[in-house]
Nanobody, 115 residues
């Protein structure tokens, strides 16, 4: 059974940084695509960043140059480094794993950017 456990969220001031982690259980992590999504109150869930099994990345325009997605296949963990955080980055952040045609989701971690 695949499980995804996010950690690293919290309260940070504008301009600050956070690093989210997503630890995955189960096998075949190295051939899975990994993504981070977020959902703010009253808004739809949106893609923040994605990294393929080969290491290619793509980002939402709103986070380009500020966020970096990475993965450690040996640790079966994906990361999202978030710098220069803004109040509009406030949301619940969800880890996503894509294996074939199946999507798996974590429970989410709250990120709040406020002074």
């Amino acid at each position: 059974q695949v499980q995804l456990v996010e950690s690293g969220g919290g309260l940070v001031q504008p301009g600050g940084s956070l690093r989210l982690s997503c630890a995955a259980s189960g096998s075949l992590f190295s051939i899975s695509g990994m993504g981070w999504y977020r959902q703010a109150p009253g808004k739809h869930r949106e893609l923040v960043a994605f990294i393929t099994s080969g290491g290619s990345t793509n980002y939402a325009d709103s986070v380009k140059g500020r966020f970096t997605i990475s993965r450690d296949n040996a640790e079966r963990t994906a990361y999202l480094q978030m710098n220069s955080l803004k109040p509009e980055d406030t949301a619940v952040y969800y880890c996503n794993r894509v294996l074939g045609s199946t999507n798996y989701w974590g429970q989410g971690t709250q990120v709040t950017v406020s002074s």
